[in-house]
Protein backbone atom coordinates (compact mmCIF):
# COMPACT_ATOMS: atom_id res chain seq x y z
CA UNK A 1 0.00 0.00 0.00
CA UNK A 2 1.43 3.60 -0.76
CA UNK A 3 1.98 6.19 1.74
CA UNK A 4 -1.04 8.43 -0.18
CA UNK A 5 -3.60 5.17 -0.01
CA UNK A 6 -2.50 5.20 3.37
CA UNK A 7 -2.63 8.54 4.59
CA UNK A 8 -5.79 8.70 2.64
CA UNK A 9 -7.72 5.81 4.15
CA UNK A 10 -6.99 7.16 7.36
CA UNK A 11 -8.41 10.90 6.69
CA UNK A 12 -11.41 10.62 8.85
CA UNK A 13 -9.16 9.77 11.73
CA UNK A 14 -6.13 12.08 11.40
CA UNK A 15 -8.91 14.62 10.38
CA UNK A 16 -12.04 14.34 12.73
CA UNK A 17 -10.29 12.25 15.45
CA UNK A 18 -12.89 9.83 14.41
CA UNK A 19 -12.64 7.02 17.56
CA UNK A 20 -14.85 3.44 18.72
CA UNK A 21 -16.61 3.24 21.60
CA UNK A 22 -17.69 -0.38 22.78
CA UNK A 23 -20.96 -0.01 23.46
CA UNK A 24 -20.79 -3.09 26.23
CA UNK A 25 -18.20 -1.66 28.84
CA UNK A 26 -17.77 2.33 27.74
CA UNK A 27 -14.00 1.74 26.93
CA UNK A 28 -12.80 4.71 24.36
CA UNK A 29 -10.31 3.23 21.45
CA UNK A 30 -8.15 5.67 18.86
CA UNK A 31 -7.45 4.18 16.61
CA UNK A 32 -10.25 2.91 15.91
CA UNK A 33 -10.78 -0.82 16.79
CA UNK A 34 -13.04 -3.53 15.04
CA UNK A 35 -13.63 -5.49 18.34
CA UNK A 36 -13.30 -4.64 22.02
CA UNK A 37 -10.73 -6.78 23.33
CA UNK A 38 -12.09 -7.06 26.83
CA UNK A 39 -15.76 -7.64 25.55
CA UNK A 40 -14.80 -9.99 22.45
CA UNK A 41 -18.08 -10.81 20.92
CA UNK A 42 -20.30 -9.39 23.43
CA UNK A 43 -19.40 -6.03 22.54
CA UNK A 44 -20.33 -3.99 20.06
CA UNK A 45 -18.31 -0.87 19.17
CA UNK A 46 -19.59 2.52 17.43
CA UNK A 47 -18.03 5.40 15.88
CA UNK A 48 -17.12 8.13 18.66
CA UNK A 49 -15.97 11.23 17.67
CA UNK A 50 -13.54 12.67 20.11
CA UNK A 51 -13.84 16.34 20.76
CA UNK A 52 -9.99 16.94 20.97
CA UNK A 53 -9.35 17.96 24.72
CA UNK A 54 -7.09 16.39 27.31
CA UNK A 55 -3.93 16.72 29.32
CA UNK A 56 -0.56 15.72 28.39
CA UNK A 57 0.23 12.27 30.20
CA UNK A 58 4.05 12.07 28.89
CA UNK A 59 5.92 14.11 26.60
CA UNK A 60 9.46 13.93 25.12
CA UNK A 61 11.27 16.68 23.46
CA UNK A 62 12.83 15.68 19.88
CA UNK A 63 16.84 17.51 19.43
CA UNK A 64 17.78 15.32 16.68
CA UNK A 65 15.44 14.58 14.36
CA UNK A 66 14.98 12.90 10.89
CA UNK A 67 16.18 15.32 8.09
CA UNK A 68 12.76 15.79 7.24
CA UNK A 69 11.69 17.31 10.48
CA UNK A 70 15.02 19.26 10.72
CA UNK A 71 13.22 22.58 10.29
CA UNK A 72 11.20 22.48 13.41
CA UNK A 73 13.53 21.14 15.82
CA UNK A 74 13.42 20.97 18.90
CA UNK A 75 9.92 19.66 19.09
CA UNK A 76 7.67 18.06 21.64
CA UNK A 77 5.99 14.93 21.00
CA UNK A 78 3.88 13.83 23.71
CA UNK A 79 1.43 10.96 24.54
CA UNK A 80 -2.54 12.71 25.20
CA UNK A 81 -4.85 11.65 27.96
CA UNK A 82 -8.24 12.85 26.06
CA UNK A 83 -11.25 13.55 27.93
CA UNK A 84 -12.75 10.09 26.73
CA UNK A 85 -10.34 8.37 28.09
CA UNK A 86 -8.41 6.98 24.85
CA UNK A 87 -4.93 7.98 24.76
CA UNK A 88 -3.48 9.76 21.47
CA UNK A 89 0.52 10.45 20.47
CA UNK A 90 1.09 13.95 18.44
CA UNK A 91 3.35 16.54 18.39
CA UNK A 92 2.85 19.50 20.83
CA UNK A 93 3.12 22.78 18.45
CA UNK A 94 3.91 26.64 18.90
CA UNK A 95 5.53 26.14 22.08
CA UNK A 96 9.22 26.05 23.62
CA UNK A 97 9.78 22.49 25.09
CA UNK A 98 10.71 24.08 28.29
CA UNK A 99 7.18 25.46 28.18
CA UNK A 100 5.21 21.97 28.77
CA UNK A 101 4.43 20.16 31.74
CA UNK A 102 2.93 16.65 32.57
CA UNK A 103 -0.88 17.52 33.36
CA UNK A 104 -1.19 20.61 31.34
CA UNK A 105 -4.03 20.90 29.57
CA UNK A 106 -4.28 20.80 25.34
CA UNK A 107 -6.87 20.73 22.63
CA UNK A 108 -6.68 19.78 18.58
CA UNK A 109 -5.62 21.61 16.39
CA UNK A 110 -5.15 20.97 12.02
CA UNK A 111 -1.58 21.02 10.96
CA UNK A 112 0.34 19.48 8.28
CA UNK A 113 2.20 16.38 9.33
CA UNK A 114 4.29 15.35 6.34
CA UNK A 115 4.71 16.06 3.20
CA UNK A 116 6.64 13.40 0.26
CA UNK A 117 9.25 16.11 -0.89
CA UNK A 118 8.20 18.89 -2.79
CA UNK A 119 5.66 17.05 -5.79
CA UNK A 120 4.28 14.59 -3.84
CA UNK A 121 0.89 14.13 -1.70
CA UNK A 122 0.56 16.86 1.78
CA UNK A 123 -0.67 14.61 4.38
CA UNK A 124 -2.61 17.05 7.09
CA UNK A 125 -4.33 15.70 10.29
CA UNK A 126 -4.23 16.68 14.11
CA UNK A 127 -1.77 17.72 16.14
CA UNK A 128 -2.24 19.54 19.76
CA UNK A 129 -1.37 22.78 21.65
CA UNK A 130 -1.31 24.12 24.81
CA UNK A 131 -4.46 25.42 25.99
CA UNK A 132 -4.54 28.89 27.76
CA UNK B 1 -31.71 38.06 1.34
CA UNK B 2 -29.33 35.31 2.69
CA UNK B 3 -27.43 36.34 5.81
CA UNK B 4 -24.26 35.23 8.26
CA UNK B 5 -25.58 31.83 9.91
CA UNK B 6 -21.55 31.88 11.26
CA UNK B 7 -17.87 33.22 11.89
CA UNK B 8 -15.14 32.24 12.90
CA UNK B 9 -11.15 33.22 12.27
CA UNK B 10 -7.63 31.79 12.43
CA UNK B 11 -4.59 34.02 12.43
CA UNK B 12 -1.37 32.16 13.13
CA UNK B 13 0.61 32.87 16.52
CA UNK B 14 3.69 33.80 15.67
CA UNK B 15 5.04 37.60 14.98
CA UNK B 16 7.49 39.46 13.67
CA UNK B 17 7.89 43.00 14.44
CA UNK B 18 8.48 45.32 11.05
CA UNK B 19 11.76 46.90 12.92
CA UNK B 20 12.92 43.44 12.78
CA UNK B 21 12.71 43.01 9.08
CA UNK B 22 14.06 46.63 8.25
CA UNK B 23 17.35 45.85 10.45
CA UNK B 24 17.82 42.94 8.11
CA UNK B 25 17.77 45.31 5.09
CA UNK B 26 19.42 48.06 6.54
CA UNK B 27 16.30 50.01 6.29
CA UNK B 28 14.86 52.78 8.65
CA UNK B 29 12.23 50.84 10.59
CA UNK B 30 10.36 54.07 12.30
CA UNK B 31 10.24 55.43 8.15
CA UNK B 32 8.46 52.21 7.21
CA UNK B 33 6.37 51.59 9.93
CA UNK B 34 4.83 55.27 9.59
CA UNK B 35 4.67 54.89 6.09
CA UNK B 36 2.94 51.19 5.94
CA UNK B 37 1.31 52.12 9.21
CA UNK B 38 1.86 48.39 10.15
CA UNK B 39 4.43 47.45 12.99
CA UNK B 40 3.88 43.09 13.10
CA UNK B 41 2.76 40.35 11.40
CA UNK B 42 1.44 37.35 12.04
CA UNK B 43 4.57 34.29 10.52
CA UNK B 44 2.58 30.76 10.12
CA UNK B 45 4.34 28.34 11.53
CA UNK B 46 6.44 25.69 9.62
CA UNK B 47 3.34 23.31 9.67
CA UNK B 48 0.89 25.41 8.60
CA UNK B 49 -0.64 26.61 5.37
CA UNK B 50 -4.12 28.30 3.43
CA UNK B 51 -5.25 24.62 4.21
CA UNK B 52 -4.71 24.44 7.75
CA UNK B 53 -5.79 28.29 8.54
CA UNK B 54 -9.04 27.69 6.27
CA UNK B 55 -9.85 24.43 8.57
CA UNK B 56 -9.24 26.28 11.80
CA UNK B 57 -11.20 29.34 10.74
CA UNK B 58 -14.14 27.28 9.35
CA UNK B 59 -14.13 24.76 12.62
CA UNK B 60 -14.38 28.33 15.00
CA UNK B 61 -17.63 28.99 12.32
CA UNK B 62 -19.05 25.64 12.88
CA UNK B 63 -19.07 26.72 15.99
CA UNK B 64 -21.11 29.62 15.91
CA UNK B 65 -23.12 28.27 13.44
CA UNK B 66 -24.16 25.22 15.24
CA UNK B 67 -25.72 23.54 12.65
CA UNK B 68 -25.41 19.74 11.08
CA UNK B 69 -22.58 19.75 8.77
CA UNK B 70 -23.81 17.59 6.33
CA UNK B 71 -26.60 20.78 5.71
CA UNK B 72 -23.83 22.46 4.34
CA UNK B 73 -24.13 21.91 0.30
CA UNK B 74 -20.99 23.94 -1.20
CA UNK B 75 -17.53 25.09 0.11
CA UNK B 76 -15.76 27.81 -1.03
CA UNK B 77 -12.31 28.48 -0.36
CA UNK B 78 -10.54 32.01 -2.04
CA UNK B 79 -6.93 32.25 -1.77
CA UNK B 80 -3.63 33.50 -3.80
CA UNK B 81 -1.42 30.71 -1.58
CA UNK B 82 -3.43 27.19 -2.68
CA UNK B 83 -1.17 24.55 -1.33
CA UNK B 84 -1.58 22.36 -4.09
CA UNK B 85 -1.51 24.12 -7.83
CA UNK B 86 -4.31 21.08 -9.18
CA UNK B 87 -6.27 19.86 -6.01
CA UNK B 88 -8.95 21.94 -4.73
CA UNK B 89 -8.16 23.43 -0.65
CA UNK B 90 -12.09 23.46 -0.22
CA UNK B 91 -12.00 19.37 -0.49
CA UNK B 92 -9.52 19.34 2.64
CA UNK B 93 -11.97 21.80 4.33
CA UNK B 94 -15.13 19.84 3.69
CA UNK B 95 -13.89 16.81 4.64
CA UNK B 96 -12.48 18.60 8.03
CA UNK B 97 -15.51 20.26 9.11
CA UNK B 98 -17.46 16.79 8.65
CA UNK B 99 -19.51 17.95 5.81
CA UNK B 100 -18.52 15.95 2.93
CA UNK B 101 -19.56 14.30 0.59
CA UNK B 102 -22.82 15.22 -0.82
CA UNK B 103 -21.44 18.70 -1.64
CA UNK B 104 -19.91 20.99 -4.22
CA UNK B 105 -16.73 22.56 -3.86
CA UNK B 106 -13.92 24.96 -5.37
CA UNK B 107 -11.09 26.77 -4.96
CA UNK B 108 -11.43 31.01 -5.84
CA UNK B 109 -8.68 32.67 -7.01
CA UNK B 110 -9.02 36.78 -7.21
CA UNK B 111 -5.70 37.94 -5.58
CA UNK B 112 -7.22 39.42 -2.42
CA UNK B 113 -11.08 38.72 -2.58
CA UNK B 114 -11.51 35.51 -3.58
CA UNK B 115 -13.26 34.99 -0.11
CA UNK B 116 -15.53 37.95 -0.53
CA UNK B 117 -16.46 35.71 -4.20
CA UNK B 118 -16.71 32.79 -2.42
CA UNK B 119 -19.66 34.69 -0.04
CA UNK B 120 -21.10 35.99 -2.58
CA UNK B 121 -21.42 32.60 -4.77
CA UNK B 122 -22.67 30.71 -1.39
CA UNK B 123 -25.50 34.17 -1.15
CA UNK B 124 -26.56 32.86 -4.46
CA UNK B 125 -26.85 29.71 -3.92
CA UNK B 126 -28.77 29.67 -0.80
CA UNK B 127 -31.21 32.66 -1.99
CA UNK B 128 -31.79 30.61 -5.22
CA UNK B 129 -32.90 27.62 -2.84
CA UNK B 130 -30.00 25.18 -4.40
CA UNK B 131 -28.58 24.58 -0.93
CA UNK B 132 -29.76 25.00 2.41
CA UNK B 133 -26.29 26.76 3.90
CA UNK B 134 -22.79 27.16 2.04
CA UNK B 135 -19.34 27.60 3.69
CA UNK B 136 -17.08 30.80 2.52
CA UNK B 137 -13.55 31.11 3.27
CA UNK B 138 -11.07 33.58 2.50
CA UNK B 139 -7.63 32.60 3.55
CA UNK B 140 -3.66 32.77 2.64
CA UNK B 141 -0.47 32.61 3.73
CA UNK B 142 1.12 36.06 1.12
CA UNK B 143 4.90 35.44 0.05
CA UNK B 144 6.94 38.64 -0.27
CA UNK B 145 10.29 38.13 -1.72
CA UNK B 146 13.35 38.56 0.84
CA UNK B 147 14.03 42.51 0.82
CA UNK B 148 11.02 43.66 -1.88
CA UNK B 149 8.20 45.88 0.23
CA UNK B 150 5.70 43.59 0.54
CA UNK B 151 8.04 41.65 3.25
CA UNK B 152 7.17 44.31 5.40
CA UNK B 153 3.27 43.31 5.27
CA UNK B 154 2.63 39.59 3.86
CA UNK B 155 1.32 37.98 6.19
CA UNK B 156 -1.25 34.53 7.07
CA UNK B 157 -4.57 34.58 8.50
CA UNK B 158 -7.89 33.75 7.11
CA UNK B 159 -11.62 34.14 8.59
CA UNK B 160 -14.96 31.46 7.33
CA UNK B 161 -18.75 32.49 6.88
CA UNK B 162 -21.18 30.03 6.98
CA UNK B 163 -23.84 31.80 4.75
CA UNK B 164 -27.47 30.43 4.72
CA UNK B 165 -31.20 32.48 5.65
CA UNK B 166 -32.22 30.75 8.71
CA UNK B 167 -31.13 31.40 12.32
CA UNK B 168 -29.06 34.53 11.23
CA UNK B 169 -27.01 36.59 13.21
CA UNK B 170 -26.13 38.94 10.38
CA UNK B 171 -28.42 39.94 7.45
CA UNK B 172 -26.86 40.76 4.07
CA UNK B 173 -29.51 43.85 2.83
CA UNK B 174 -27.02 43.75 -0.52
CA UNK B 175 -23.88 43.15 -2.69
CA UNK B 176 -22.45 45.18 -5.08
CA UNK B 177 -19.07 44.70 -7.29
CA UNK B 178 -16.97 46.53 -9.16
CA UNK B 179 -14.44 44.76 -11.69
CA UNK B 180 -11.74 46.07 -14.18
CA UNK B 181 -8.94 44.19 -16.02
CA UNK B 182 -5.86 46.27 -14.17
CA UNK B 183 -2.80 44.49 -13.85
CA UNK B 184 -1.33 46.33 -10.74
CA UNK B 185 -0.32 42.77 -8.98
CA UNK B 186 0.16 39.82 -10.62
CA UNK B 187 2.24 36.12 -10.54
CA UNK B 188 2.75 33.54 -13.34
CA UNK B 189 2.43 30.32 -13.15
CA UNK B 190 5.57 28.82 -11.49
CA UNK B 191 6.66 32.09 -9.89
CA UNK B 192 7.45 32.02 -6.25
CA UNK B 193 6.57 35.34 -5.64
CA UNK B 194 4.26 38.55 -7.32
CA UNK B 195 5.29 41.72 -8.80
CA UNK B 196 3.92 44.45 -8.44
CA UNK B 197 3.46 47.88 -10.01
CA UNK B 198 4.66 50.32 -7.38
CA UNK B 199 3.37 53.26 -7.79
CA UNK B 200 0.43 51.90 -9.89
CA UNK B 201 -1.19 50.03 -7.20
CA UNK B 202 -2.76 52.76 -5.41
CA UNK B 203 -5.07 54.96 -7.09
CA UNK B 204 -5.65 53.42 -10.65
CA UNK B 205 -6.43 50.29 -8.87
CA UNK B 206 -6.91 49.98 -4.97
CA UNK B 207 -8.35 53.63 -4.94
CA UNK B 208 -10.47 53.48 -7.63
CA UNK B 209 -12.00 50.46 -7.02
CA UNK B 210 -12.51 49.92 -3.25
CA UNK B 211 -14.12 53.49 -3.65
CA UNK B 212 -16.29 52.94 -6.52
CA UNK B 213 -17.52 50.12 -5.05
CA UNK B 214 -18.46 51.90 -1.77
CA UNK B 215 -20.15 54.39 -3.89
CA UNK B 216 -22.09 52.27 -6.14
CA UNK B 217 -23.39 50.44 -2.53
CA UNK B 218 -24.24 53.99 -1.54
CA UNK B 219 -26.45 54.92 -4.60
CA UNK B 220 -28.24 51.28 -4.72
CA UNK B 221 -28.47 51.27 -1.20
CA UNK B 222 -29.55 54.85 -1.18
CA UNK B 223 -26.90 55.75 2.25
CA UNK B 224 -24.04 57.65 2.80
CA UNK B 225 -21.30 56.74 5.36
CA UNK B 226 -23.19 58.52 8.28
CA UNK B 227 -25.61 55.25 7.51
CA UNK B 228 -22.92 52.92 8.74
CA UNK B 229 -21.90 51.87 12.28
CA UNK B 230 -18.97 50.51 11.33
CA UNK B 231 -17.01 50.26 7.70
CA UNK B 232 -13.83 47.82 6.49
CA UNK B 233 -12.23 47.37 3.58
CA UNK B 234 -9.33 45.75 2.30
CA UNK B 235 -6.14 46.66 3.92
CA UNK B 236 -3.14 46.25 1.78
CA UNK B 237 -1.33 48.69 4.35
CA UNK B 238 -2.99 50.39 7.54
CA UNK B 239 -1.92 53.91 4.94
CA UNK B 240 -4.68 53.00 2.24
CA UNK B 241 -7.36 51.98 4.21
CA UNK B 242 -7.14 55.18 6.56
CA UNK B 243 -7.22 57.12 3.29
CA UNK B 244 -9.88 55.52 1.65
CA UNK B 245 -12.09 55.65 4.94
CA UNK B 246 -11.59 59.16 4.91
CA UNK B 247 -12.27 59.87 1.42
CA UNK B 248 -15.68 57.94 1.68
CA UNK B 249 -16.60 60.42 4.49
CA UNK B 250 -15.96 57.97 7.48
CA UNK B 251 -14.62 58.87 11.03
CA UNK B 252 -11.97 57.14 12.93
CA UNK B 253 -14.83 55.42 15.34
CA UNK B 254 -16.31 53.79 12.43
CA UNK B 255 -13.66 52.13 10.98
CA UNK B 256 -10.76 51.24 13.66
CA UNK B 257 -12.61 48.31 14.88
CA UNK B 258 -11.95 46.61 11.52
CA UNK B 259 -8.46 48.03 10.88
CA UNK B 260 -6.04 44.87 11.47
CA UNK B 261 -3.13 45.18 9.08
CA UNK B 262 -1.28 47.14 11.22
CA UNK B 263 -1.05 44.11 14.10
CA UNK B 264 -1.25 41.32 12.13
CA UNK B 265 0.16 42.72 8.90
CA UNK B 266 -2.18 42.04 5.49
CA UNK B 267 -3.71 38.57 5.44
CA UNK B 268 -4.42 38.64 1.83
CA UNK B 269 -7.86 37.11 1.24
CA UNK B 270 -8.03 36.95 4.43
CA UNK B 271 -8.18 40.61 5.02
CA UNK B 272 -11.61 42.02 4.75
CA UNK B 273 -12.98 38.49 6.20
CA UNK B 274 -11.18 39.15 9.45
CA UNK B 275 -12.02 43.07 9.73
CA UNK B 276 -15.46 42.01 9.18
CA UNK B 277 -15.18 39.62 11.75
CA UNK B 278 -13.47 41.39 14.24
CA UNK B 279 -16.41 43.99 13.90
CA UNK B 280 -18.78 40.97 14.61
CA UNK B 281 -16.85 40.34 17.70
CA UNK B 282 -18.07 43.83 19.50
CA UNK B 283 -21.25 44.40 17.27
CA UNK B 284 -25.31 44.65 18.66
CA UNK B 285 -28.06 44.14 17.22
CA UNK B 286 -29.24 46.59 14.75
CA UNK B 287 -25.77 48.20 13.48
CA UNK B 288 -24.98 48.90 10.09
CA UNK B 289 -22.07 47.51 8.71
CA UNK B 290 -20.35 48.10 5.17
CA UNK B 291 -17.46 45.58 4.05
CA UNK B 292 -15.33 46.34 0.92
CA UNK B 293 -12.92 43.65 -0.20
CA UNK B 294 -10.09 44.54 -2.64
CA UNK B 295 -8.53 42.02 -5.10
CA UNK B 296 -5.79 43.54 -8.20
CA UNK B 297 -6.48 42.17 -10.93
CA UNK B 298 -8.75 43.92 -10.33
CA UNK B 299 -11.90 44.00 -8.19
CA UNK B 300 -13.87 45.22 -5.32
CA UNK B 301 -17.19 43.51 -3.63
CA UNK B 302 -18.83 45.51 -1.58
CA UNK B 303 -21.85 44.56 1.96
CA UNK B 304 -24.35 46.05 3.35
CA UNK B 305 -24.98 44.20 6.26
CA UNK B 306 -26.97 44.64 9.50
CA UNK B 307 -26.84 42.52 12.74
CA UNK B 308 -29.68 40.99 14.47
CA UNK B 309 -30.44 39.99 17.68
CA UNK B 310 -28.92 37.24 17.55
CA UNK B 311 -25.77 38.05 17.36
CA UNK B 312 -24.94 38.33 21.13
CA UNK B 313 -25.92 34.30 21.79
CA UNK B 314 -22.84 33.38 19.25
CA UNK B 315 -20.30 36.01 19.63
CA UNK B 316 -18.47 34.36 22.55
CA UNK B 317 -18.79 30.32 21.02
CA UNK B 318 -15.54 30.39 19.50
CA UNK B 319 -12.72 32.94 19.81
CA UNK B 320 -12.63 36.36 18.57
CA UNK B 321 -9.86 38.10 15.95
CA UNK B 322 -8.44 40.03 19.52
CA UNK B 323 -7.88 36.62 21.32
CA UNK B 324 -6.12 35.83 18.17
CA UNK B 325 -4.06 39.05 18.11
CA UNK B 326 -3.05 38.81 21.93
CA UNK B 327 -2.13 34.88 21.41
CA UNK B 328 1.33 35.78 19.99
CA UNK B 329 5.20 35.14 20.21
CA UNK B 330 7.68 36.75 18.44
CA UNK B 331 10.57 35.30 16.39
CA UNK B 332 13.80 37.16 14.90
CA UNK B 333 14.64 37.09 11.08
CA UNK B 334 16.49 33.73 11.29
CA UNK B 335 13.83 31.85 12.18
CA UNK B 336 11.31 33.91 10.38
CA UNK B 337 12.98 32.81 6.81
CA UNK B 338 13.68 29.10 7.91
CA UNK B 339 9.93 29.15 8.57
CA UNK B 340 9.18 30.27 5.29
CA UNK B 341 11.26 28.40 3.58
CA UNK B 342 13.86 30.98 2.61
CA UNK B 343 16.54 28.77 3.22
CA UNK B 344 17.92 26.26 1.13
CA UNK B 345 18.72 23.24 2.92
CA UNK B 346 21.70 20.49 2.26
ZN1 LIG C 1 -16.10 -3.63 25.71
Same mark, same amino acid.
Not at chain 1, 88 to 103: L, M, S
Not at chain 2, 36 to 58: G, N, Q
Not at chain 2, 108 to 137: H, N, P, R
Given at each position: ?18 ? %? ?55 ? &? ?18 ? !? ?26 ? #? ?7 | ?24 ? $? ?15 ? &??? !? ?9 ? *? ?5 ? @? ?7 ? #? ?6 ? %? ?17 ? *? ?31 ? +????? $? ?70 ? &? ?20 ? &? ?41 ? $????? =? ?6 ? @? ?14 ? %? ?11 ? =? ?11 ? +? ?16
Amino acid at each position: MSDTVRAWRHIPQRYNLMG %SKCTQCGTVFFPQRIICPECRRKGQLEDLKLKGEGKIYTYSVITTPTDEFKEIAPYV &VAIIELEEGAKVTAQIVDCD !PEEVEIGDEVEMVFRRIREEGDDGVISY #GFKFKLKK | MAGIVGYGVYVPSYRIKVEEIARVW $GDDPKAISRGLVVTEKS &VPA !PDEDTATISVE *AARNAMK @RAIIDPKKI #GAVYVGSE %SHPYAVKPTATIVAEAVDA *APELTAADMEFACKAGTAGMQACMGMVDSGMIE +YGLAV $GADTAQGAPGDALEYTASAGGAAYVIGNKDTIADIESTYSFTTDTPDFYRREGMPYPSHGGRFTGEPAYFKH &VLSAAKGMFDKMGTNASDYDYA &VFHQPNGKFYLKAAKKLGFNKEQVEYGLLTPVIGNTYSGATPL $GLAAI =LDEAKAGD @RILAVSYGSGAGSDAF %SITVNDKIEEKQD =LAPKVQDMIKNKR +YVDYAVYAKFKDKIKMA
